[in-house]
């Protein structure tokens, strides 16, 4: 009987390999790179023509590679990073199988020319297709220089699935980008052909790296992240609620060094906005985690760009904290933008979507009548934070650091309470917001330990007028703030209600006449699920017949709203979503929306009084910037910024 079973021969075995490690041109570039890092070096040039295809260059100024080293390089599992399992538990280096060499010769025609820079005379080691060609001895710079022309030359399917010359360049460069801001200590350039895409300095100033890579303008505007755990430390800068985009395309995670994809830190991003921003926008970061070896796995896939952590729970909670915290004390306050301020992305990020060659101008002229606009729209911006970081020479390391403490509540209780009056005003439903006359305003500030931005305090704020009964035009005679009434109400509503849960103890409201509700199949069992939850909430339900429930009670702090109309909107709001819910997130959806219901609401009109009471109450909360939702309170308009509408500048 003839054998089935039989052993690939090594071209073959290459070639499947190359296809695990390297799925496309920046796949080889990112390979490449991460080499010349981990040989310590301090400048890495990389060149491409066209979309990598025909030529990639990567020349760096690192330890090089002696004549004995240079053949085991391109044989497949040769590594000098490790020699046991053992060692991946505290392993630095970004590269340990040795395949990338070998599985990038198997589908090229490769040159590696290296010289250590104790040796006289370099070495140059030609391979086509894998197979080694000639080795010789050249005079050459200390470092190594690594040729790779005619990718994918002899797997033809492999070209086919390439996408054009401008996004297969973009992603090269997106690579390039993200490496440069993961070791902003570097000097990287990017050439394609002869025109320099991307340059950074090297001199260690992340914020710097960031310019480069996204602009000057955005990294201005960015706030930086310095906070310590017994065991992390995370590090970088986060844009302000006021800066968002509409996909996850400018968020960068760094692990010792080492760009990675990560849901987990995604998420944690996330959460860390939660309520700060609206929920399908998202936040522009650059994040260094530094986390012990021992604590994560990265050996999970060839390219080593997904990992594990072991402690993912207290991580994603650490990481949250610290955003969130950042966040609150940094305080921006959004403003309204010219178009005229509105500035392209960097030239890197253009390359995702055409070949660079045509610059977009960064000047800020004041827009004529005939200025079209429909151009300008790369980014998405809610409103634009005023430019409060414009010091650009941030050192990385030297950035002020807060101690990492047990993490509190998302929103903690405030020093200064809602007055009564108000709170009472709350309460009631026959007009929404009905205050008392008599009632002394209080525009407190904010606590010491959360200073406001010089010149945006709330504080001396009064009102001018209700504008379509909606927003409430301000100023405190420097600038204009437009408030969304509703917005800044629900805020008010949120924390308060959020203190009250917070304070009681667990309570309930019987109902005189107790309401049946009747449930799906499917509704019920979530139900019963977390009828635990709602217990501890203060809802008492009963069961009363197949699918059929008694309300009993609900939470203290409902109010006069239909009980059950509010539990059946909760249910559907919340209980039915796919990720199982906890008590905190149940409790959290319940408080948006009682804040949202007994908010007032667009359309109700105040007088001027009630507009200084809800200015007043507004200032006195944690985040007076966003209502829960994540949508911004209030805009501001300068004296300046009017003058330029009026082209008086």
């Given at each position: 009987m003839t054998a089935l079973i039989h052993i690939l021969d090594a071209h073959s075995a290459n070639q499947i390999s190359a296809g695990e490690v390297v799925e496309r041109p920046a796949s080889v570039v990112k390979e490449l790179v991460e080499n010349s890092l981990d040989a310590g070096?301090?400048?890495?040039?990389?060149?491409?023509?066209?979309?990598?295809?025909?030529?990639?260059?990567?020349?760096?100024d690192g330890n090089g590679i002696g004549s004995e080293d240079l053949p085991l390089a391109v044989i497949r599992?040769?590594?000098?990073?490790?020699?046991?399992?053992?060692?991946?538990?505290?392993l630095r280096t970004l590269g340990f199988r040795g395949e990338a060499l070998p599985s990038i010769a198997s589908v090229s025609k490769l040159e590696i020319s290296s010289r250590p820079a104790d040796q006289p005379a370099g070495l140059s080691l030609t391979l086509n297709a894998g197979e080694q060609e000639e080795m010789k001895e050249i005079g050459c710079p200390a470092g190594t220089c690594v040729t790779v022309r005619d990718l994918f030359f002899n797997t033809p399917a492999r070209l086919k699935f390439l996408k054009s010359t401008p996004t297969e360049f973009g992603l090269i460069s997106d690579t390039v980008g993200r490496i440069a801001l993961a070791h902003p200590d570097i000097a990287f350039s990017l050439t394609h052909p002869h025109q320099v895409v991307l340059q950074t300095?090297?001199?260690?100033?992340?914020?710097?790296?960031?310019?480069?890579?996204?602009?000057?303008?955005?990294?201005?505007?960015?706030?930086?992240?310095?906070?310590?755990?017994?065991?992390?430390?995370?590090?970088?800068?986060?844009?302000?609620?006021?800066?968002?985009?509409?996909?996850?395309?400018?968020?960068?995670?760094?692990?010792?060094?080492r760009i990675i994809r990560s849901p987990l830190l995604s998420r944690a991003l996330a959460e860390g906005y939660h309520t700060l921003i609206p929920a399908k926008l998202h936040p522009i970061a650059v994040l260094h985690l530094s986390v012990p070896p021992s604590d994560y796995d990265v050996n999970v896939h060839p390219t080593k760009m997904d990992v594990r952590f072991k402690e993912e729970q207290e991580l994603t909670l650490f990481i949250r904290e610290a955003v969130y915290n950042t966040l609150i004390k940094s305080k921006p306050l959004p403003s309204i933008q010219t178009k005229a301020d509105l500035t392209p992305l960097a030239k890197v990020a253009n390359t995702l979507t055409k070949l660079p060659g045509t610059r977009s101008s960064n000047s800020e002229s004041i827009p004529r009548p005939d200025h079209n606009p429909s151009a300008e729209k790369s980014e998405i911006r809610v409103s634009e934070a005023p430019k409060t970081y414009s010091q650009p020479q941030i050192k990385f390391p030297q950035q002020p650091t807060q101690v990492y403490k047990h993490p509190e509540p998302l929103v903690s209780d405030r020093q200064a309470a809602d007055s009564p009056a108000l709170q009472q005003a709350d309460r009631q439903d026959s007009d929404p917001f009905t205050l008392k006359t008599d009632e002394t305003l209080n525009l407190q500030k904010s606590?010491?330990?959360?200073?406001?931005?010089?010149g945006q305090s709330l504080s001396h704020i009064w009102p001018l007028t209700q504008l379509f009964n909606t927003y409430i035009l301000a100023t405190d005679?420097?600038?204009?703030?437009?408030?969304?009434?509703?917005?800044?109400?629900?805020?008010?509503?949120?924390?308060?209600?959020?203190?009250?849960?917070?304070?009681?103890?667990?309570?309930?409201?019987?109902?005189?006449?107790?309401?049946?509700?009747?449930?799906?199949?499917?509704?019920?069992?979530?139900?019963?699920?977390?009828?635990?939850?709602?217990?501890?909430?203060?809802?008492?339900?009963?069961?009363?017949?197949?699918?059929t429930y008694l309300l009993r009670g609900v939470p203290a702090q409902t109010g006069a709203f239909q009980a059950d109309d509010l539990l059946r909107q909760f249910i559907d709001q919340v209980l039915l979503k796919n990720s199982p819910p906890t008590f905190d997130k149940i409790l959290e959806e319940w408080i948006y929306m009682l804040a949202c219901k007994e908010s007032i609401k667009a359309n109700d009109s105040l007088n001027l009084l009630e507009m200084e009471q809800l200015i007043a109450s507004l200032s006195r909360t944690?985040?007076?910037?966003?209502?829960?939702?994540?949508?911004p309170t209030m805009i501001t308009m300068t004296r300046s910024e009017l003058e330029k509408r009026f082209y008086r500048t």
């Open positions: 070096a301090n400048h890495i040039d990389i060149t491409v023509e066209g979309n990598g295809v025909p030529l990639i260059r990567v020349r760096d599992h040769a590594t000098s990073k490790i020699t046991q399992i053992e060692d991946l538990d505290q300095s090297g001199r260690g100033d992340l914020r710097e790296a960031i310019a480069a890579v996204l602009g000057h303008a955005i990294a201005r505007q960015l706030i930086p992240v310095n906070v310590h755990h017994e065991k992390w430390h995370l590090q970088g800068f986060i844009s302000p609620p006021s800066l968002v985009r509409s996909s996850r395309q400018a968020q960068y995670f760094m692990i010792n060094g606590p010491s330990d959360q200073p406001e931005p010089s005679g420097k600038i204009l703030l437009m408030i969304d009434q509703h917005a800044a109400h629900e805020r008010i509503n949120y924390e308060r209600l959020l203190k009250e849960f917070k304070q009681a103890e667990k309570s309930s409201q019987a109902l005189l006449i107790p309401l049946p509700m009747e449930f799906t199949l499917q509704e019920e069992q979530v139900l019963l699920e977390n009828l635990w939850i709602l217990n501890e909430m203060g809802f008492i339900l009963e069961q009363f017949g197949s699918r944690q985040n007076p910037y966003t209502c829960p939702h994540g949508r």
